[in-house]
């Protein structure tokens, strides 16, 4: 069974930083690309970034560029999202997914791309 378990969420203060992760199982080997995305109460499900399998190039929400950086760990099967900088705004649920498609696909930024998806982890930033 596919399994991605998102970690590392809670409260901080803005401007702090935060390091999610996300623990991926059983995935097939069809997955070209790992992602993140985030969704705030009453708001539609949104990217924030996604790394290729290799891990070889990585693509970013303009919201999140230049404050948040995603990499993973191939030997661990783990994904990551620091979050410097973080803002009221950015307060969501986030959640790790994983898709077949291309990476070319992925600057698309659409969740129907994504065939798996993790349960979420909370992430609330003080004003």
């Known amino acids: 069974q596919v399994q991605l378990v998102e970690s590392g969420g809670g409260l901080v203060q803005a401007g702090g930083s935060l390091r999610l992760s996300c623990a991926a199982s059983?995935?097939?080997?069809?997955?070209?690309?790992l992602g993140w995305f985030r969704q705030a109460p009453g708001k539609e499900r949104e990217f924030v970034a996604a790394?290729?399998?290799?891990?070889?190039?990585?693509v970013y929400a303009d919201s999140v560029k230049g404050r948040f950086t995603i990499s993973k760990d191939n030997r661990k099967n783990m994904v990551y999202l620091q979050m410097n900088s973080l803002e009221y705004e950015d307060t969501a649920v986030y959640y790790c997914?994983?898709?077949?498609?291309?990476?070319?696909?992925?600057?698309?930024?659409?969740?129907?791309?994504?065939?798996?998806w993790g349960q979420g982890t909370q992430v609330t930033v003080s004003s």
């Open positions: 059983g995935l097939p080997f069809s997955i070209r690309s």
């Open positions: 790394v290729n399998q290799r891990g070889a190039g990585t």
């Open positions: 997914a994983a898709t077949r498609q291309p990476f070319t696909v992925v600057p698309r930024g659409s969740p129907v791309d994504y065939d798996y």
